[in-house]
């Protein structure tokens, strides 16, 4: 019997494992050291995600914050003058009310920050969790893509606005930011990291489109994962969104496993169609919704679901699990449990 980490891999690498792995991403709201946070680990074959890699403005950037009541407004220091960022806090959350750039024209003032990128990368806390989980499931190192970085910089109407308006800035920015991460990504190989979570994507699936997206996403993307597979490491993608539309886009990033997938109404993901079309070049994670699906339906109707994804999977290059919210309880955790009684069915 296989243990969960090799059935995982096996999934990944397009195998045919003993059963389809069920796969919980992260705790969500369930505390780790509780026993059903014990449990999950040990009946599911768990993947733990922990943050990871920056590096887009390097060493020496230089940044203060001032606080006044429920507002924390960042100044970003540059040679062409300050960018400001503020963010406001309620009872319930907090929310981004100023972003640092609006126009192309702020890119060339992003840019003119002194860049001293990153010597080394600390594993600790990633080889701590690789301890911990064991064979029990696999450990991600996050990994922030180059369409992050203006998807950090400017609001959701201004990056949008700003691809059409000039796309060539755009470009300018991205490529920029492509050229600092995939340094980075070297430097983690090098310290030992050998699987990644490379996310990103959904910022231009959601709001900028196919062509932008091969511009944007999968080319400088491609240059990421080569590096990460040069050194073996595994390469997992996370991208929200209608995928279906971005079916080809995504495999050309030549990632080995990919969620969530998305069923409506939530996305347009139709598992048979994206089998035919790309199953041959990446493993499906997904994709039962965390939140309003296996947080919230009875264990009978969430088991029947999971029994008709294992099905139209044919048991290989799938793994069963929710859409990575990381908000999911306890009843959720359940389901989860009860799901691997399913995949237990149809056991090679």
């Not at 074959?45 to 060493?59: P, R």
């Not at 594993?123 to 064979?135: E, S, Y």
């Amino acid at each position: 019997m296989m243990t969960s980490r090799e059935r995982l891999h096996c999934a990944f690498e397009l195998g045919k494992p003993d059963r389809v792995p069920v796969a919980p991403f992260g705790f969500g709201h369930v505390d780790p050291d509780s026993a059903m946070g014990h449990a999950l680990v040990e009946k599911t074959d768990f993947i733990q995600s922990m943050g990871g890699a920056g590096g887009f403005l390097g060493t020496a950037a230089k940044t203060r914050s001032e606080t006044d009541g429920n507002r924390t407004t960042t100044i970003y220091e540059t040679p062409k003058g300050e960018m400001v960022s503020v963010h406001q806090r309620t009872e319930i959350t907090s929310v981004q009310v100023q972003f640092p750039c609006k126009t192309a024209d702020d890119i060339e003032k992003l840019l003119s920050i002194p860049y001293e990128p990153v010597k080394e990368i600390d594993p600790t806390q990633f080889n701590a969790w690789k301890d911990r989980i064991g064979d029990e499931g696999i450990v991600l190192f996050g990994f922030a893509d180059a369409i992050c970085t203006p998807a950090q910089f400017f609001s959701p109407e201004d990056f949008s606005l700003l691809w059409a308006d000039d796309s060539e800035a755009f470009m300018t920015l991205i490529n920029v930011a492509n050229e600092r991460l995939c340094a980075v990504a070297e430097l983690c190989c090098k310290a030992g990291i050998d699987a990644f979570r490379l996310l990103g994507g959904e910022y231009a699936s959601t709001q900028l489109g196919p062509y932008a997206y091969r511009q944007t996403v999968t080319e400088p993307d491609r240059m990421i994962a080569d590096i990460m597979h040069s050194y073996g490491a595994t390469v997992y993608y996370h991208n929200h969104g209608p995928t279906m539309t971005y079916l080809e886009l995504l495999a050309d990033i030549g990632m080995d496993a990919c969620d969530c997938f998305e069923a409506a109404p939530w996305g347009d993901f139709d598992f048979p169609e994206a089998k035919a079309r790309i199953g041959d070049r990446l493993c499906f994670v997904g994709n039962l919704d965390d939140m309003e699906v296996i947080d919230k339906r009875s264990r009978d109707e969430v088991c029947r679901m999971a029994r008709a994804l294992i099905e139209d999977s044919g048991g290989s290059g799938f793994v069963l699990g929710g859409t990575a919210s990381g908000t999911y309880t306890e009843r959720a955790a359940e389901n989860f449990i009860a799901m691997v009684e399913v995949a237990e069915e149809f056991r090679s």
